[in-house]
């Protein structure tokens, strides 16, 4: 355990520069977001009445069914529909606001979609890009080596490092998002329903609260995955750590941009694992794909160990002489 204290401890020490960087960056992005939303909220003019949730939703409801009848069933985008088709009939049936107000409806907006596709993995992308690499090339790797613990436990140190890091600093998001919800609406929501599709895509209700949890708990291992594959990366390509980090963001970010083209002629390609680190969009109806969630679960798991396996013995073969 001192061991693992003290490469993270270590870690913290020359990564805290970026990660106050990314802190800053995104509290800057916080304060803008706040200033345009109190802008919005004191300029809109008060004597348009506010449109009825149900109007609207019915409307967007309409659009969709005529889009939907559109699809061939071996469309990407043909389950997404039918999930989003199934969630707003429900709310309908339900009365049960689709766009409630809240900190916490916020903070599930940002745990989900753009932020755990991308921004997070970017994110521990620029953190532990060069864990490895970085050590390789300053020559720092070789005292390292001089420890008595082994190869093997200072990789999986590296690993958990770079794994609280990123989670870390994704649940301090999380809070500012909270707060800057709470400070917007005035209420924290936590149990307000939401419409959420089970394993058999059939609607059914959850708390808000409910959702935070379980999106948490799913991103865990989003993030523990992509800190696998970095960290992989990092050793694989160490002689450079320009070439593990742009290794590591084409397999994370570019590859399932071009592999998403493919997709309806080529259905298997969407078994790729970066398709699948948004797994509350299971829940949500955004998942594009025939995929369930435990396989997607299964692809992440499995990239994890394969990636941290290819980790272990690269560690213990090379040669950082």
Same mark, same amino acid.
């Given at each position: ?205 959850? #708390?808000?609260? #409910? ?111």
């Amino acid at each position: 355990m001192g061991y693992l204290y003290g490469v993270l401890a270590n870690e913290w020490i020359k990564k805290k520069n970026r990660i106050f960087w990314i802190l800053g960056i995104y509290a800057l992005f916080a304060i803008a977001l706040m200033v345009v939303e109190w802008f919005s909220a004191n300029t809109a003019p008060t004597s348009v009445s506010a449109v009825d949730w149900h109007s609207e939703l019915e409307m967007k409801l309409s659009q969709l069914k005529q889009y939907f009848q559109t699809l061939q069933t071996d469309d990407p985008t043909y389950r997404q529909a039918s999930g989003q088709i199934s969630i707003m009939q429900h709310q309908l049936e339900m009365n049960i606001q689709p766009e409630p107000k809240g900190a916490i409806h916020w903070l599930n907006a940002d745990i989900s979609g753009v932020a755990i596709k991308y921004i997070i993995p970017l994110v521990i992308i620029v953190i532990g890009g060069d864990m490895f690499s970085g050590e390789t090339s300053s020559g720092t790797m070789k005292l390292l080596l001089l420890s008595p613990m082994g190869r093997a436990k200072l990789f999986w140190t590296k690993l958990i490092s770079l794994f609280v890091m990123s989670a870390g600093l994704m649940l301090f998001m999380n809070v500012v998002t909270f707060f800057i919800g709470f400070l917007r609406d005035g209420a924290f929501g936590f149990l307000d329903p939401y419409v959420v599709l089970d394993a058999s895509a059939a609607p059914f209700i959850m #708390e808000s609260w #409910e959702f935070t949890i379980m999106g948490l708990f799913l991103n865990m291992l989003t993030i523990f995955t992509v800190a696998t594959v970095v960290l992989f990366f990092s050793l694989l390509l160490s002689i450079n750590p320009s070439f593990s980090v742009l290794a590591s963001f084409i397999f994370v970010m570019i590859i399932d941009s071009i592999l998403s083209i493919m997709v309806k002629s080529y259905p298997i390609v969407h078994y790729y694992p970066m398709f699948h680190l948004d797994m509350l969009s299971h829940f949500t109806g955004n998942f594009a794909g025939e995929a369930s969630l435990t396989t997607s679960a299964l692809l992440l798991l499995a990239t994890s160990l394969i990636c941290a396996a290819g980790g272990l013995w690269r560690m213990k073969s090379k040669d950082f002489a």
